[in-house]
């Protein structure tokens, strides 16, 4: 630590106005892509080729030389080859010492070696000063200027200064760098654009067999069901009547989900004593995607609302109400205002409103820049209070909307119960248990083992 | 500023892939979370501790030495202790001479000390460089992985390599620093974890005791009033009809409170002729809560939408549509189309839409990665002109909706106006001050104001 | 590159803690904002005017000096006042030698001077460490504290060490550097606050010139014709059944042009055969505002849900659902459900649902926090895949819901089709060419011209 590396600022910042040359080794496509978007930028670009004839591909500004004339040249070399072809370096180690030497290769699939990239160039050019950048960005993307999404660039490298003239040219191409550290970040880096949703993989699955073995269900109850007994045809149900059943359900149990981790995590913790054993895999790794569950659950919701306030547009909803309009006018009497009634269509309405609210309410603190605005504190406050308090509005939203048919045997038809009855297994047992963690008996202990105490402090080594 | 400190650099980091060992300072929860974490990032941990006997809760592959021996070891110590024993530290000032130390502590209240818990450190520590970071995160959150919230470390220091040293570390956890510049900040980054939305807490207080206010006040003249003298059980109102009576007046309300204080602001340097005094302090407050009252507002438009929507749906609206129905059937005549009556409901409707659209427009963007992007003018377009034309279209909305009642005794039941009629008074005030206050003769000398001229530009000193 | 500035960190940030003296030349009205700011903020500021008498418009605590005087006071020169006046600072160059001159000022015009007022500074001051702040805060959010929009203060230099200082003053002031580089990034920061949406300008005009002429369209076919006639006066029309013809059309045609340029620029590269020469300019323009087209497009889609869902409480929509009923009542009758009216209607809106709700989604991932935290693959599955998907649902909702009018004559009033037919031209369009750009004979080529191959690769020079 105590080295005395006066000479550290050596590659400081030109302070007159011209941009320094860069070098790039490689044609291919996305050498010259970069090369032109440099060019652009007003950087003089070299090119290192083995063939130094000019191709029309080159942009037009761009020298073509040998790799070791173009490297001396510039100080910093940016590398546009993949990594396979990273030997043919070696020979050249004399001359990119002290340059600076830009990775921004990519690989084909994770963790494909067992280094980086970017640690490998490293070893192979000891004296050079490796910058990790430009990967997740694509060729495509530099040339039609479609930046929207790809403007982040992830640049870690060991040296500092190197890191900063490399961040430099990322902010004139028009990008924003993000230092992420050392080299050792280059692994990450490297396998960030290989990504698609990973987090989001196990709760879409769970989602969608869920709601296929839900569809069947309800296929069979309310379609093939009326056919064979009531001979009647209501397959337009799978339009909107039967998705209409499935997203409350799979809101409700999906939002059930994301809190019943937390107190199976408190159980394990009371039932050991300590908190400092590592819980099963299982649980970790569902504790991890809640907020990915949790959004699922609230697209569902989203959707429940939109089927229900559609519906007095539906052709068979309009029959059904003018029907029964006609038959009591032809009966000659008019019904009277069951108040009983009235209190609770308007209560399960008022409750599922507020549940919405709250759950939109929740989601919107886990947009990036909203969760970066609020602290740990407030984080918690959110997440946990106002979700439970959704998942709470939501349950008895459902309770009091089919309460009354749990007795009644007409909702069963062969002798299977209704999905909404099956949707509040989930909740109703994460919300008993909470109810007892949340009583002082149980709390203290419980607090207690997350502030460090241990019950059997006695597996000392 | 003319300091030769030409090994200022020293501390330069290692070029080297190895992590640099680090130390901490106190083997209580937070400190043994910490090590965890920098153990599995690649860090060797070494604890400072009085009693060196090995306790099963430190990390495994953690050393622990006395204080003076822990010290020695790294160039980076965490203090993981509380301020109460920082004393303990005064006889290790000669081992920690020149060494980055970093305190971590926060307090149970806001400005609990006179200076901040970094400063005093660095006051025990003068030759150390304090640095102050990773107070935000809680032990909890680094052991179990859900960093969702609280991925930013606020860093601040004197010292610049040092500082840099720390935010590398934070990197490495995989958690986001934020340079807060001087040891200045640690003040306000110590009370930072401490807060519960502070600047959400008058507008909140103000939105629950009006809500209060209007529902008793609707209980009465729309239960109680028709329960007295109509014998009518109305009591399921309490559910949908009222809090849709509340939502839309708040909405307004508190929507035409953003905009009060601005043209309160015009009046006094209107009068003053100076912009060059303080605003009463109350002004001040509630100019700087303008936002959080304009998204409780939001809030409750929202809740009006979608219990307006709702409405069709509700046992009582539709037991009142049939009834309506019956008795033009029984009585054989069909009502022909009034015009004027569609008209006046087509337009209140458009005008609720459109107003709601634009108030949400404004609300999205109020989210900090939508502001962030747009510049000042934009900024000043969108949150005042569009924010007016909502004020124009809600109050307009509300006009067309109850205008017809003003005027007739029956909308008077116990001679109270309704409670929308009230709503209306804020926002008619904020417009007609507003209307007067675009007139040239009194828009030229308050922008002339506003760009620093004065009226009386007497009382020199 | 191989400079040997040892003594580049000369002016590395003090470690004492009290702030060092700021200078500010010019008591004009920003100058008088940042001064009350940073004594506010703790710093020591001095001015350099001209006439040194003490007005009273200055801050109490500062000192006012001439400008030479106050120059030697401070380390750091903020240069308050206008580029046309910047020669005086000449006979100064030799005070200003070394120091840190911060360039805060604006232009009234884009690009209003050949070089930015920071570079013209730096030529007049070749000795000085020229660096641009400041510019994008109004002095009266400054002075009201009303910051919410303007945190970020972009911050450029040639200068390493005499940008971070600059920083460190502005994070002082609880703003948010933005380090943008090189002093050639100054022209865009000075264009930056002149913008007023640059990119929606276009997108805009377009919408607001289709949706005049769609308005007068459809008031002639349905309020004109229906009163000729029909003898009808529907002029109510024009306050929401109107504007939801419109709305729907609107968003359906702007989707499609989101994804038209993409096909057109696909056709482009198979009929040239490479991908390296430029598209020409009015498509480059299109697909730069792409983003913009689409969230018009979402706006007018969520408008359009807004005005269906509001339909059953529209006075004319209940007069019409009771005229029908009460004839069905006095004619003794009762309509059976029609089941293949059921299905149109139920699929159609189960269409417009999903459409929108993938829509939605596609909105979401453009806020620039989620767009930041996806990588590009991601983005371009979201933006292509499940945009092509809402394109698709949408044309397939307005198809369903209209489709069994195409060939009926009484839907084309003045031989004029319906503008829902219109609307669906554009899309249906860009489906069909998509579909032939999926084959395998055409993606295959196209594919590797992405990758940079070329057919006729013989314009060699």
Same mark, same amino acid.
């Given at each position: 630590?105590?080295?005395?590396?006066?000479?550290?600022?050596?590659?400081?910042?030109?302070?007159?106005?011209?941009?320094?040359?860069?070098?790039?080794?490689?044609?291919?496509d996305f050498g010259r892509a970069l090369g032109h978007k440099m060019i652009q930028s007003g950087y003089p670009v070299v090119y290192g080729s083995r063939s130094t004839q000019i191709s029309n591909l080159i942009p037009k500004d761009a020298e073509v030389l040998s790799h070791a004339e173009a490297a001396q040249k510039a100080a910093i070399i940016i590398i546009a080859i993949q990594r396979q072809h990273y030997n043919f370096l070696t020979p050249l180690a004399e001359i990119l010492h002290g340059k600076v030497v830009v990775d921004i290769s990519n690989n084909l699939k994770l963790n494909q070696?067992?280094?980086?990239?970017?640690?490998?160039?490293?070893?192979?050019?000891?004296?050079?000063?490796?910058?990790?950048?430009?990967?997740?960005?694509?060729?495509?993307?530099?040339?039609?200027?479609?930046?929207?999404?790809?403007?982040?660039?992830?640049?870690?490298?060991?040296?500092?200064?190197?890191?900063?003239?490399? *961040?430099?040219?990322?902010?004139? =191409? +028009? /990008?924003?760098? $993000?230092?992420?550290? &050392? %080299?050792? @970040?280059?692994?990450?880096?490297?396998?960030?654009?290989?990504?698609?949703?990973?987090?989001?993989?196990?709760?879409?699955?769970?989602?969608?067999?869920?709601?296929?073995?839900?569809?069947?269900?309800?296929?069979?109850?309310?379609?093939?069901?009326?056919?064979?007994?009531?001979?009647?045809?209501?397959?337009?149900?799978?339009?909107?009547?039967?998705?209409?059943?499935?997203?409350?359900?799979?809101?409700?149990?999906?939002?059930?989900?994301?809190?019943?981790?937390?107190?199976?995590?408190?159980?394990?913790?009371?039932?050991?004593?300590?908190?400092?054993?590592?819980?099963?895999?299982?649980?970790?790794?569902? *504790?991890?995607?809640?907020?990915? =569950? +949790? /959004?699922?659950? $609230?697209?569902?919701? &989203? %959707?429940? @609302?939109?089927?229900?306030?559609?519906?007095?547009?539906?052709?068979?909803?309009?029959?059904?109400?003018?029907?029964?309009?006609?038959?009591?006018?032809?009966?000659?009497?008019?019904?009277?205002?069951?108040?009983?009634?009235?209190?609770?269509?308007?209560?399960?309405?008022?409750?599922?409103?507020?549940?919405?609210?709250?759950?939109?309410?929740?989601?919107?603190?886990?947009?990036?820049?909203?969760?970066?605005?609020?602290?740990?504190?407030?984080?918690?406050?959110?997440?946990?209070?106002?979700?439970?308090?959704?998942?709470?509005?939501?349950?008895?939203?459902?309770?009091?909307?089919?309460?009354?048919?749990?007795?009644?045997?007409?909702?069963?038809?062969?002798?299977?119960?209704?999905?909404?009855?099956?949707?509040?297994?989930?909740?109703?047992?994460?919300?008993?248990?909470?109810?007892?963690?949340?009583?002082?008996?149980?709390?203290?202990?419980?607090?207690?083992?997350?502030?460090?105490?241990?019950?059997?402090?006695?597996?000392?080594?």
């Amino acid at each position: 630590m105590n080295t005395n590396s006066s000479n550290i600022m050596a590659l400081a910042p030109n302070t007159s106005n011209k941009r320094e040359t860069v070098c790039i080794f490689g044609t291919g496509d996305f050498g010259r892509a970069l090369g032109h978007k440099m060019i652009q930028s007003g950087y003089p670009v070299v090119y290192g080729s083995r063939s130094t004839q000019i191709s029309n591909l080159i942009p037009k500004d761009a020298e073509v030389l040998s790799h070791a004339e173009a490297a001396q040249k510039a100080a910093i070399i940016i590398i546009a080859i993949q990594r396979q072809h990273y030997n043919f370096l070696t020979p050249l180690a004399e001359i990119l010492h002290g340059k600076v030497v830009v990775d921004i290769s990519n690989n084909l699939k994770l963790n494909q070696y067992p280094e980086s990239n970017a640690e490998y160039l490293a070893q192979l050019l000891p004296g050079a000063k490796v910058v990790k950048a430009f990967n997740t960005v694509s060729a495509w993307a530099l040339q039609s200027g479609a930046l929207d999404a790809s403007r982040q660039v992830f640049v870690c490298g060991d040296d500092a200064e190197a890191k900063q003239m490399v *961040m430099n040219i990322v902010r004139a =191409l +028009g /990008l924003t760098p $993000l230092d992420q550290g &050392s %080299l050792l @970040a280059a692994q990450g880096i490297e396998n960030y654009p290989l990504q698609l949703f990973p987090m989001w993989k196990f709760p879409i699955f769970l989602s969608l067999g869920l709601t296929a073995f839900f569809f069947f269900y309800c296929l069979a109850l309310d379609v093939i069901y009326t056919y064979i007994y009531e001979k009647n045809n209501f397959s337009f149900f799978i339009a909107i009547t039967i998705p209409n059943r499935i997203c409350p359900v799979m809101a409700l149990i999906l939002l059930a989900l994301v809190y019943l981790p937390g107190v199976l995590a408190a159980i394990i913790q009371l039932y050991r004593g300590t908190k400092y054993r590592r819980f099963p895999d299982w649980l970790d790794k569902w *504790m991890l995607c809640r907020k990915q =569950l +949790g /959004l699922i659950a $609230l697209a569902f919701a &989203s %959707l429940h @609302a939109v089927f229900t306030l559609v519906s007095p547009m539906r052709s068979f909803v309009r029959w059904r109400t003018s029907k029964g309009i006609i038959s009591q006018a032809l009966n000659n009497k008019t019904e009277p205002l069951d108040t009983t009634n009235a209190w609770l269509s308007d209560s399960y309405l008022a409750l599922g409103i507020l549940g919405f609210f709250f759950f939109v309410l929740v989601g919107i603190t886990s947009l990036p820049s909203v969760s970066n605005s609020v602290n740990w504190r407030e984080f918690r406050f959110v997440q946990s209070k106002l979700g439970y308090l959704t998942l709470i509005l939501c349950t008895a939203h459902t309770l009091v909307y089919g309460g009354k048919w749990f007795l009644s045997p007409s909702a069963y038809r062969w002798y299977l119960p209704n999905i909404y009855m099956l949707s509040l297994v989930v909740p109703c047992t994460v919300l008993v248990v909470k109810f007892v963690l949340v009583f002082p008996c149980v709390d203290k202990p419980l607090t207690q083992i997350r502030q460090g105490w241990e019950r059997n402090p006695k597996y000392f080594e």
